[in-house]
């Protein structure tokens, strides 16, 4: 009989097989691949305080570090890089047996350059770069170069395009977007994006302050825990899910 019941996976070494196979793109083509990785609440809240790390489960974090195990570039909007606090990309322990050769660059898109994402750059020996579209001026790159952070200048045109052929310049083949929401949308938009890499964190968001641009998990809101019981998918591409309430209300 079919079981609805997804099978629950953890840091065991049968468990880090089935999520390292999962994360396979299913047609590598020529080009280098975009592929997004994101979390969200159930409701489809994408931060708590301002953060993802908020939403994160330990299968999340696997997930996450495998797919920087895999990737040859990490690339990320200035605003997540300056929330999150962005520095040089580590290969985690768990998956340094998968992946030969040191850890993927990080590249910041940005539009404006600003001084604050030159200060986040700095220092990181060449492994946090900045992508600057086509229109920033040329003071703000010579300003981040003569603080020694790589400006590599994008193509003009679509984001996505630009960053594919920058990504080929840099012989990557697989990129891993790490966000944040509005860059997503940007890339989505264009078509862009190979693959979406999405980790429903096992909660509810529920109430508060919902003038926020990017929706988050603020003043006045409820954390509602819960847990997956069935799922199952369609043959048009949908995912259908049971959730049971679970206790401790935040
Ligand atoms: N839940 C998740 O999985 C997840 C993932 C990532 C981030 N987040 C959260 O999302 C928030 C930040 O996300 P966000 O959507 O506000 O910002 P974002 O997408 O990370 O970054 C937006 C910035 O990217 C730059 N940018 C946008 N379009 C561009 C283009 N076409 N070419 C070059 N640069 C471009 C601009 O930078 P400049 O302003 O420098 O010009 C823009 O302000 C944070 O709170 C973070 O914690 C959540």
Redesign the pocket.
């Known amino acids: 009989m079919l079981s609805t019941r997804p099978p629950a996976l953890d840091d065991d070494p049968a468990s880090l097989d089935a999520i390292w196979t999962a994360l396979q793109p299913d047609q590598p083509t020529g080009a280098p691949m975009i592929r997004a ?4 609440s159930i409701d489809g809240t ?2 708590v305080d ?3 790390g908020g ?1 994160g489960t330990p299968t999340d974090r696997l997930v996450y570090d495998a797919m920087r195990a895999r990737a040859d570039l990490v690339l ?6 300056l ?2 606090r962005y520095g040089p990309a580590v290969v985690s322990p768990v998956w340094t047996d998968r992946r030969t050769g040191p850890a993927p660059t990080v590249l910041v ?6 001084d604050r ?1 030159i200060d986040l750059c700095a220092g990181t020996d060449d492994r946090v770069r900045i ?3 086509h229109e920033v001026g040329r003071q703000r790159i010579e300003a981040a170069r003569a603080r020694g952070v790589r400006v590599h200048v ?1 193509d003009p045109g679509p ?1 996505g395009a630009a960053v594919r052929a920058l990504a080929s310049r840099l012989h990557a083949r697989e990129v891993d977007f ?7 949308g ?1 890339l989505l938009s264009e078509g862009a994006v190979d693959d979406l890499v999405l980790s429903v964190a096992p909660e509810l968001i529920v109430g508060g302050d919902d003038s926020t ?2 929706p ?1 998990h603020g003043p006045g809101s409820t954390r509602v825990p819960m847990r997956v019981v069935s799922a199952f998918t369609c043959p048009r591409g949908g995912l259908y899910t049971r959730w049971a309430v679970g206790e401790g209300v935040r």
């Not at 990785?37 to 969200?40: D, E, F, G, T, W």
């Not at 990320?76 to 890089?81: D, L, N, P, R, Y």
């Not at 790490?178 to 997503?184: A, D, K, M, S």
């Open positions: 990785v994101m979390i969200s994408t931060t301002g953060r993802s939403l990320v909007g200035s605003g997540t890089a929330a999150e898109l940005t539009r404006s350059l600003p994402l992508a600057a579209a994008l984001t790490e966000g944040g929401p509005r860059l997503l940007t641009l990017t988050g």
